[in-house]
């Protein structure tokens, strides 16, 4: 079976052995994905504006393999503080409220790097 994939760029990808997402038959897989940008956080602080760097990147990983947003069926949340369910909430709504996938958020001790704030993966389906 054929699998296409992507890279982010991310320092961890050769370091872990693993790609941005990967597309197989028409199932696509995107990895934890963070506001991590050309090797700096984007948002220090901001739970909002890293949501929103964190889909930015995975809308590009999607497109790179042939997907779209619009094809994404799950998305999983990992923040390191549930306050901030409503800035993250805003973001993810702003990316999917007509798409509507089955979501999750979860809070988690920590991420790779202290100033993450957010981690999300998904899922799509390409019809």
Same mark, same amino acid.
């Given at each position: &079976? ?17 790609? #941005?997402? !990967? #597309? ?8 934890? %994905? %963070?506001? &991590?940008?050309?090797?700096?956080? !984007? ?13 930015? %990147? ?10 779209? &947003?619009?094809?994404?069926? *799950? %998305? *999983?949340?990992?923040?390191?503080? !549930?306050?901030?369910?409503?800035? $993250? ?30 981690? $999300?993966?998904?899922?799509?389906? !390409?019809?």
């Amino acid at each position: &079976m054929d699998k296409k994939r992507t890279f982010s760029g991310s320092p961890w990808e050769p370091v872990v052995g693993y790609c #941005r997402a !990967i #597309r197989v038959g028409n199932i696509v897989e995107v990895a934890g %994905t %963070t506001a &991590m940008k050309d090797g700096a956080i !984007i948002g220090i602080g901001d739970a909002y504006q890293q949501t929103i760097q964190a889909l930015q %990147t995975i809308e590009q990983a999607l497109a790179e393999v042939g997907a779209a &947003m619009e094809h994404v069926v *799950r %998305t *999983r949340m990992f923040v390191t503080d !549930i306050s901030k369910w409503e800035e $993250i909430g805003k973001a993810h709504g702003e990316y999917f409220k007509d798409i509507k996938p089955v979501a999750t958020m979860v809070e988690v001790k920590a991420l790779i790097e202290p100033e993450l704030l957010v981690e $999300i993966e998904v899922q799509a389906i !390409i019809p």
